[in-house]
């Protein structure tokens, strides 16, 4: 972070600057357009006529609100320790809220107050902010500094809707559309104002309420990036998904300098599942940020969800490498565990999915795919357990009791293994693959033949084989082979010949059949 802010002087002269004073940036922070107000904040640093201390502190801010706290805090640090203004003792506030030292916090806002003799409006409103955002420390501190603020300046609308924010985060829903709809009557043309009721109609999922606001605000502003992407999401959470793209579009062409725009992008298009465009926007993308934690995410998502399992796997990589003290999400763990696994990499799928039942621990799903991949590494004591953990939190499938049935008899136990095909057959009745296993456990239990138990589930299994010879091919094979000898112990020779020439017209090359058949001539 700190070479963003050595580097930050020698590119502020070459770039575009939309908002051209401190008031202009302070008002696209409100609004919301962080990346302008970045850059006419660096321009503005170095102008020895504008007030320094204002703007480090907001361009301080800028930071904060974009998920950078490292950079913030060095230009909070740049008024100094011993700053006796208000905007200093601000400034110190925010980095002890930083360090979560909450009790210095209070001291160095509440003096922020006392400096500014609680008659300074957007003194009070950046303490109400701080205790507000980036997240919430003290809700109740926020809205009685927002509502001081209020009273200082009645028709100040940037108050008004900081204050009908607060109240929404404090679950006072109709309090806070009334501050909404008193700062757009406040100011005709205020086009956050729409868009902040827009999105409490979204928390509302009044969806259509909150797209009519949401072209209210692009009535008065089109080319307001914000408003567009406000309504993209608007139009995908009612699912329509044709309307939304376009809305994100022209939000990204608004903002084309703005790498975050696109990131934001790319998570849009991985939502509405048009994973072929993920893959090629992002990497596309990853040309010019190679080190991109989130394009690596999503390019290592769609790789999977489009079955380019290798490449998915090589960009999760690429992404725990880049992904350092970053906001890792539980799904990450999911996915990369996921793509180990079908890479042949168990060890470390393993790994992923023990992180991520942690977090997931009601996802049957995936509980269900870590005794999976147990059960092909051949931990097969932990794929029981695991298989047997699933089923009572959630219930077995088919397929669970499969395995399980597998991971038991490949651990030797047989009789278990038995059971659970048993319960396998009950759910799949129709399937050839409940009886052939329940046949080979039979036969391993009675493995002299006294009995023949493994004799009926052959039996039923060459019946129900019969559907998809090639495929049952080899367990034909054995069940005939197994079915020549219980012939041949039960004295009936031509039963038995019958058999075993069906196994030798599978496989001429059988060697069992071979033999068997020798002892019948």
Not at 273 to 299: F, G, W
Not at 391 to 418: E, H, K, M, W
Request: hydrophobic share 35%; net charge neutral; proline share 2%.
């Amino acid at each position: 972070m700190k070479r963003i802010f050595l580097q930050f002087a020698m590119i502020g002269a070459v770039l575009s600057v939309g908002a051209q004073t401190l008031e202009e940036a302070r008002k696209d922070i409100d609004n919301e357009n962080f990346f302008r107000a970045k850059n006419a904040l660096r321009k503005l640093l170095t102008d020895p006529s504008v007030d320094r201390n204002q703007t480090a502190y907001y361009l301080g801010n800028t930071y904060l609100k974009t998920d950078d706290p490292d950079s913030a805090k060095i230009f909070y640090a740049m008024l100094g320790e011993t700053n006796k203004t208000a905007y200093g003792s601000l400034a110190l506030g925010r980095i002890a809220l930083l360090e979560k030292r909450i009790t210095d916090a209070k001291g160095l806002l509440d003096k922020a107050a006392i400096t500014s003799k609680l008659k300074n409006s957007e003194i009070l409103y950046q303490i109400g902010d701080a205790w507000f955002k980036p997240t919430t420390t003290d809700l109740k501190e926020a809205i009685y500094y927002f509502e001081e603020a209020y009273k200082l300046d009645l028709k100040n609308s940037t108050n008004m809707l900081a204050l009908g924010d607060a109240y929404l985060e404090n679950n006072e829903g109709g309090k806070a559309m009334s501050k909404y709809e008193s700062a757009a009557e406040v100011n005709t043309k205020l086009t956050m104002a729409f868009v902040k009721i827009g999105r409490l109609n979204v928390r509302a999922r009044t969806y259509d309420d909150a797209i009519t606001a949401y072209k209210k605000a692009l009535s008065l502003e089109p080319d307001n990036a914000l408003a567009h992407k406000e309504l993209g999401e608007a139009y995908y959470l009612s699912k329509k998904y044709d309307l939304a793209k376009p809305e994100f579009k022209r939000y990204i062409e608004l903002n084309k300098d703005d790498a975050d725009a696109k990131t934001r992008f790319i998570s849009f298009l991985f939502q509405s599942k048009d994973y072929e465009q993920v893959a090629t926007e992002a990497a596309q993308m990853l040309q010019d940020d190679p080190n991109n934690y989130i394009l690596l995410r999503s390019l290592s998502f769609s790789n999977f969800e489009l079955k380019r399992y290798k490449d998915g796997y090589e960009y999760a990589k690429r992404f725990w490498a880049n992904s350092r003290g970053k906001k890792v999400k539980p799904i990450d763990y999911v996915y990369s565990a996921r793509l180990a696994a079908l890479n042949g990499d168990t060890v470390q799928a393993i790994d992923y999915f023990k992180t991520a039942l942690e977090t997931e621990k009601e996802n049957a799903e995936l509980s269900a795919e870590y005794a999976k991949t147990l059960w092909q590494s051949k931990r097969y004591a932990d794929a029981i357990m695991q298989y047997n953990a699933k089923i009572a939190q959630f219930g077995g499938g088919a397929l669970d009791y499969y395995y399980l049935g597998r991971s038991y008899f490949s651990a030797g136990n047989y009789v278990a293994a038995d059971s659970t095909f048993a319960t396998f057959v009950t759910k799949q009745p129709t399937s050839p693959d409940g009886y052939v296993w329940r046949a080979k456990c039979n036969s391993r239990i009675d493995s002299e033949m006294k009995a023949g138990s493994a004799f009926p589930f052959y039996q039923k299994f060459i019946e129900l084989a019969q559907t998809d010879v090639t495929k049952n091919k080899r367990n034909l094979v054995e069940a005939y082979g197994y079915m020549g000898a219980y012939y041949m112990n039960a004295k009936d020779n031509d039963q038995a010949k019958l058999n075993l020439d069906k196994a030798l017209e599978l496989d001429p090359n059988d060697e069992l059949a071979k033999e068997l058949l020798k002892g019948l001539k």
